[in-house]
């Protein structure tokens, strides 16, 4: 197990992140189903795909100015992404697909200034927070088109 997973693998714990800011991660990381603990992945680079079909963020799931540079799928099929806290994918740059299909934020969506260089499928993505699309791009056009895809409970920003 390398060291990214096993930090994945602790259970939540109230007040506590799992600190993993700043990596460059070069080995796909798949996380079919799994129940995730508070995460904090600022500036971090993927470089191998991200499969999270299914998983649960029981707290805050932080992506604040990371790079994914290989598919980044947050969602798939009859398996649907929860995340209990907020979603931040500030400042994130996702150079291939992006999927979020069929998931749920419970606490929010933010995508401030987020990049999608390619195809970006937020169908079915359910927001019951406030929704942050200011600045977000979709192959460099505004993601003004994103806002009828996603279901938004609350606030919308774009």
Not at 77 to 90: A, E, I, P
Not at 97 to 114: H, K, M, V, Y
Not at 115 to 138: K, N, Q, S, Y
Request: glycine letters at 10%; aromatic letters at 10%.
């Amino acid at each position: 197990m390398n060291s990214v997973l096993a930090k994945l693998a602790h259970p939540l714990r109230r007040g506590e992140v799992e600190d993993l800011r700043g990596l460059v991660v070069e080995e796909p990381l798949e996380l079919e189903g799994a129940a995730l603990p508070h995460l904090d992945f600022t500036g971090t680079t993927f470089n191998a795909p991200v499969a999270l079909r299914g998983v649960q963020f029981q707290g805050l799931a932080w992506f604040i100015d990371c790079t994914f540079n290989a598919t980044a799928s947050f969602a798939a099929f009859l398996d649907r992404m929860t995340c209990y806290g907020n979603l931040s994918l500030d400042r994130t740059r996702f150079a291939a697909a992006a999927s979020l299909q069929d998931s749920e934020c419970f606490g929010g969506l933010w995508c401030n200034r987020t990049i999608f260089a390619g195809r970006a499928d937020m169908r079915g993505l359910e927001v019951h927070g406030r929704t942050w699309l200011v600045g977000a791009a979709i192959a460099e056009e505004p993601a003004d088109r994103l806002i009828g895809s996603i279901r938004s409970y609350g606030y919308l920003w774009v």
